[in-house]
């Protein structure tokens, strides 16, 4: 039987890899982020959609609306590489752009980026107030007419005749009505 003695000088876990440095670059980090499994299609798709936002920019400005690119999310839709995909912030946006989509589908096109269709949404709004609860209703004592109120249904009552069932409604709602 063989025992194994650990000195002091010796390291316990020499089994486990050492921690990476961390005076790397950005440029290493951008190699270890193309290279690593995860990251490296995250950082792809990244890439790819600044590219799209860059062409798309170039066709909006050709058509005259560049200034509508930086208020547009753009991407492919899922399942369709043909198919653009548009968010806008709001629906006179989309509308704008609704008319100009043969254009910008041409536009793109001599861009080289090629693509059948473009479905354009609009993305819902965030709500910035605060909703407050109501004041409660039953607790507040009922109001009477104004001046102008009371005078305008006294002279509705003159004109009516004395054995009109309007007449008599309206003297019941004056007489019943708090003053």
Request: glycine share 6%.
């Amino acid at each position: 039987m063989k025992i194994l003695s650990l000195s002091p000088a010796t390291p316990f876990f020499m089994n486990f890899a050492r921690k990476p440095s961390r005076n790397h670059s950005a440029h290493d980090w951008m190699e270890y982020l193309r290279e690593s499994n995860g990251l490296g299609g995250i950082l792809a798709k990244t890439e790819d959609l600044a590219q799209l936002k860059a062409k798309l920019l170039i066709a909006l400005e050709s058509l005259d609306i560049g200034h509508l690119s930086p208020k547009i999310e753009v991407g492919w839709r899922s399942g369709a590489q043909d198919e653009l995909f548009l968010l806008v912030g709001s629906a006179s946006i989309g509308t704008r752009l609704q008319q100009v989509l043969p254009s910008l589908i041409n536009e793109l096109g001599k861009t080289g980026l090629n693509c059948k269709a473009i479905k354009v949404k609009v993305k819902p709004a965030v709500q910035d107030w605060e909703v407050k609860p109501r004041p409660n209703l039953k607790n507040l004592a009922p109001k009477g007419f104004n001046a102008v109120a009371k005078k305008s249904w006294q002279d509705l009552i003159e004109k009516l005749s004395p054995d009109s069932d309007l007449r008599k409604a309206v003297e019941r709602l004056l007489q019943n009505k708090p003053k």
